[in-house]
């Protein structure tokens, strides 16, 4: 069974800085690939970012390219989003993904889904 657990959610000011794990269990990883989206209240779910397990190719989407920074340990089984200068519109929940072929941004794709964890960005 693959069990997505996410931790590192957590209320913090404009301009700051987070880190999101997802650590992954009950699956072999070669091949998968790891997705980060997020939903806030009302809205849509929206990809964030996508990393190839084997080679670690990332993918952002316009909004975190250049702020957010996807990445995973091999040896650790876990995933993370490294998010810097957090604005009030990145309010949402964060969910990781895996998918075992590569799916991008496209969310239907990915077949194991998180808890997730509230990111809450306000002064």
């Known amino acids: 069974e693959v069990r997505l657990v996410e931790s590192g959610g957590g209320l913090v000011q404009p301009g700051g800085s987070l880190r999101l794990s997802c650590e992954a269990s009950?699956?072999?990883?070669?091949?998968?690939?790891m997705g980060w989206f997020r939903q806030a209240p009302g809205k849509e779910r929206e990809f964030v970012a996508a990393?190839?397990?084997?080679?670690?190719?990332?993918l952002y989407s316009i909004t975190a390219q250049g702020r957010f920074t996807i990445s995973r340990d091999k040896t650790k089984g876990t995933g993370y989003l490294q998010m810097n200068n957090l604005q009030p519109e990145d309010t949402a929940k964060y969910f990781c993904?895996?998918?075992?072929?590569?799916?991008?941004?496209?969310?239907?794709?990915?077949?194991?889904w998180g808890q997730g964890t509230q990111v809450t960005v306000s002064s």
């Open positions: 993904a895996s998918s075992p072929v590569w799916s991008g941004g496209y969310w239907r794709g990915y077949e194991s």
């Open positions: 009950g699956f072999t990883f070669s091949g998968y690939g």
């Open positions: 990393i190839m397990w084997d080679n670690g190719n990332p």
